[in-house]
C-alpha cells in the first residue's frame, strides 16, 4: 500500500491516544505536542529499547543525566552564543517568516504571497531564563539547553575517574532539549521541545575513522531491528562546505516520511573540539590560558604512549520524537476485511508495543466471564502490559487493539468457563487458537520475545 500521508497519522495518533495538540482546549500551542496513554508508552519503550542496546549490552559505556540549567559559561566556550544561529527573514505583507538558507539563492518576494521581503538577520536558538531573584541582571542569565551533548563534554573528567574508564568508552544520554525554531511543522518532526537520545564516544586520535564507522553501522542496524525496512533508510554522507564548524565527518541517516526523505539521526566526528573547548586548555602567546573559566584540563592519561591526549569524539545523535514518528510511519497499514471498509493495523514490534495483550469479555455483562477476564488481566500484567477491555462489540475491540499495535488479543467465552482455555488471536495474521489459562503467559512471553527478535 502506499505510504500515508501526514494527515492520517496525525488523525491515528488522536483518535487511538498516542499524541495530542498542546494546551489544545485553549486552542494549541504552535508545535508543541502531548503523548497522550498510548504515546507514552511508544515513547517510553524507543528509549528504553535504545538505552539497553548502547548501554546495558555494551561493556564500554556508561550513563548520564545532567542538568538542563547550565552556567552560561558552558555556552560561551562552546561556541553556541556566538554561532547557534539562522538567518532569519520576514515577509512585509503577509508577515510570514522563512529561514534564508531554505529559500532558493536570489529570492527577492516572498514565495507565499510575493510580497517583499526583508534583509536577512541572525536569530539566536537559545531560549533564555533566569535564575534567582533579579531577572533583568545579566549576571543571571542561563539558557534552556539546545542539546544534551554539552553536559556529557564538561562531565567527561568526572565520568572517567569515578567509573575508572579507560579509553575507548561512551557516555550516553536521553533528555529534553529546547530550540526557539524559525521554521517548525510536519508534526512532531521539528519541534521547540524535543528529546534526544545522544551518546559522546572517546576515542584516540587517529582511531576516530574507524569507530565513526563502526557507530555509522551500529546505529543504522537498530533502526532496522525495531522493524524499519531497509529501503525506506539511507544513508548521507554531509558533504565538506555543509559541516558543522565542529566536525570532521558526519553521517545522517535518513528516513523517508511523508514528507519526504529527511534526517532521523546524525553521527558525527567532532573531533577533540568540545573537550579542548571546555578545558583550560595550553597558554597562549600572550601567556594565559585559552579558557580562563575553567579549572580543569580535559585530558585523558594514556599509560600506552605515557602522554596526555585529548580525546577524539564521535556523536551518534537521535532525536526521540524523530524516531517515533518514524516507527508510526512504518508500522502503519490498512487491511481489507471484505466488507468494503479497511481496518488500520499498527504492525509495531511487539517490544515497543503500547499494550501486549489485550484480554477482551464475549460477553460483558455476564458476571462470570467478566470476573474470569479481569482475573486473567491481573495475572498477564504480572509479565507485562495487558490491559482489559469491555467498551464494545468483540469486533470494534478487535479493530480498536489493531489500531493501536497490540500484538495479541485473549477472548474470554463460555468456554472459557468449562474448560479454562481462551481464544487468542494474532494481530497481522488474524488467526486465532485455543490456548489453556494456566500457559497463556508463557505462550504469549514467548511469542513476544520471538517475534521482537526476528524483527
Not at 508545535?31 to 549490552?57: C, F, H, Q
Request: with cysteine.
Amino acid at each position: 500500500m502506499p505510504a500515508p500521508d501526514m494527515n492520517t497519522i496525525v488523525s491515528l495518533c488522536k483518535r487511538r491516544g498516542f499524541l495530542f495538540q498542546s494546551s489544545e482546549i485553549y486552542g494549541g500551542l504552535e508545535s508543541t505536542w502531548d503523548y497522550g496513554p498510548m504515546g507514552v508508552e511508544l515513547k517510553n519503550a524507543v528509549k528504553r529499547e535504545w538505552w539497553k542496546a548502547n548501554v546495558y549490552d555494551r561493556d564500554d559505556m556508561e550513563g548520564l543525566d545532567a542538568a538542563i540549567l547550565m552556567k552560561r559559561a558552558v555556552w560561551r566556550y562552546s561556541g553556541h552564543e556566538e554561532t547557534f544561529h539562522d538567518p532569519m527573514i520576514d515577509c512585509k505583507k503577509c508577515k510570514k517568516r522563512f529561514r534564508a538558507d531554505h529559500l532558493e539563492p536570489g529570492t527577492e518576494a516572498c514565495p507565499e504571497c510575493g510580497g517583499e521581503l526583508t534583509e536577512a538577520r541572525q536569530f539566536n536558538l537559545m531560549f533564555r531564563t533566569h535564575v534567582g531573584p533579579v531577572s533583568d541582571d545579566e549576571s543571571s542569565l542561563v539558557y534552556l539547553r539546545p542539546e544534551t551533548a554539552q553536559g556529557i563534554f564538561v562531565n567527561f573528567a568526572n565520568v572517567q575517574t569515578a567509573m575508572r574508564r579507560k579509553l575507548p568508552f561512551g557516555i550516553a544520554q536521553i533528555g529534553k532539549a529546547f530550540r526557539n525554531e524559525i521554521v517548525t511543522g510536519n508534526f512532531i518532526f521539528r519541534t521547540r521541545e524535543f528529546e534526544q537520545m545522544e551518546i559522546e564516544f572517546f576515542c584516540r586520535p587517529g582511531e576516530d575513522e574507524e569507530w565513526h564507522r563502526h557507530w555509522v553501522d551500529q546505529r543504522y542496524n537498530w533502526y532496522i531491528g525495531l522493524g524499519i525496512d531497509p529501503s525506506h533508510l539511507r544513508r548521507y554522507d554531509v558533504p565538506a562546505d555543509d559541516l558543522a564548524h565542529y566536525s570532521k565527518a558526519t553521517v545522517d541517516l535518513e528516513y523517508e516520511y511523508p514528507i519526504g526523505w529527511s534526517e532521523l539521526e546524525g553521527i558525527a566526528n567532532r573531533t577533540d573540539f568540545d573537550l579542548q573547548s571546555h578545558s583550560k586548555g595550553p597558554t597562549g602567546e600572550d601567556g594565559k590560558r585559552l579558557n580562563r573559566d575553567t579549572t580543569v584540563d580535559l585530558t585523558y592519561f594514556d599509560p600506552q604512549s605515557r602522554e596526555h591526549v585529548t580525546p577524539y569524539v564521535i556523536e551518534p545523535s537521535a532525536g526521540v520524537d524523530r524516531s517515533v514518528l518514524a516507527l508510526l510511519c512504518e508500522a502503519y497499514s490498512e487491511r481489507d476485511t471484505g466488507k468494503g471498509q479497511p481496518r488500520v493495523v499498527m504492525g509495531l514490534d511487539p517490544r515497543l508495543a503500547p499494550i501486549k495483550a489485550a484480554v477482551l469479555p464475549l460477553k460483558r455483562n455476564e458476571p462470570r466471564i467478566v470476573e474470569k477476564g479481569r482475573a486473567l488481566r491481573r495475572m498477564l500484567s504480572e509479565h507485562f502490559r495487558a490491559v482489559y477491555d469491555d467498551t464494545g462489540g468483540i469486533g470494534k475491540l478487535y479493530a480498536r487493539q489493531d489500531e493501536i499495535g497490540t500484538p495479541f488479543c485473549c477472548t474470554v467465552d463460555f468456554q472459557t468457563l468449562d474448560d479454562d482455555t481462551v481464544t487468542v488471536r494474532d494481530r497481522d495474521t488474524w488467526d486465532q487458537q485455543r490456548v489453556a489459562v494456566g500457559e497463556l503467559a508463557a505462550h504469549l512471553g514467548s511469542r513476544l520475545v520471538v517475534r521482537g527478535n526476528e524483527s
